[in-house]
């Protein structure tokens, strides 16, 4: 979240979001899911950089997603198989 500090609205969205997916509220969700693709879009579209660090922001980011996946789903596996 270091990033979107001057940008609140990303932070709102995956709050609403976190929410909505623990009550089980699927227009919630939807409504989440989408503020959420807004804000990283015109967040994205506001920035004042280039092209090329961009582009760097969303590969490491996805980069660090990924790797927080595969450790997650690793630990969900093990733990089930005890």
């Known amino acids: 979240f270091l990033p979107t500090i001057f940008s609140p609205f990303i932070s709102?969205?995956?709050?609403?979001?976190?929410?909505?997916?623990?009550?089980?509220?699927?227009?919630?969700?939807?409504?989440?899911?989408?503020?959420?693709?807004y804000s990283v879009s015109q967040y994205y579209y506001d920035l004042n950089w280039t092209l090329l660090q961009k582009s760097i922001v969303l590969m490491v980011s996805g980069v660090l997603f990924l790797l927080a996946y595969f450790i997650f789903n690793k630990r969900i596996a093990n733990h089930e198989a005890n």
């Open 12 to 37: 709102g969205a995956i709050l609403i979001l976190i929410l909505n997916y623990h009550l089980g509220y699927r227009t919630g969700i939807t409504i989440g899911v989408i503020a959420l693709v």
